[in-house]
């Protein structure tokens, strides 16, 4: 099973950036799908972004749509999560998962990502 640690997270101005690390442990990270979740305080864990086992393809939430980048480097297993324009509403601890295939599943529900790390606070002041 693929063990999963997220950092890169911290307090950061609206419109700031910030580069999400999950750096991963097993070989199987490098053939199957990843994705980042967020939840905040009193909300429910929701689905961020996803990437191809190989990172071909990517998809998005529309709240993070042409702010928020995924991508990864299978060679020292890691994938990123590349934050820019960052609003007060992005404030929340953000998690990475492994999906059990190398295509991440349509419906990006929390049931279809088998491992998850503990995950890295990410909060935007305004």
């Known amino acids: 099973q693929v063990q999963l640690v997220e950092s890169g997270g911290g307090l950061v101005q609206a419109g700031g950036s910030l580069r999400l690390s999950c750096a991963a442990s097993g070989r199987t990270f490098r053939s199957i799908a990843m994705g980042w979740f967020r939840q905040a305080p009193g909300k429910e864990r929701e689905f961020v972004g996803s990437i191809s086992w190989n990172g071909d393809s990517t998809d998005y939430a529309d709240a993070v749509k042409g702010r928020f980048t995924i991508s990864r480097n299978n060679r020292v297993y890691t994938v990123y999560l590349e934050m820019s324009s960052l609003k007060p509403e992005d404030t929340a601890r953000y998690y990475c998962?492994?999906?059990?295939?190398?295509?991440?599943?349509?419906?990006?529900?929390?049931?279809?990502?088998?491992?998850w790390g503990q995950g890295t606070q990410v909060t935007v002041s305004s």
């Open positions: 998962a492994s999906a059990g295939t190398p295509e991440p599943p349509t419906v990006k529900k929390l049931e279809h990502f088998g491992a």
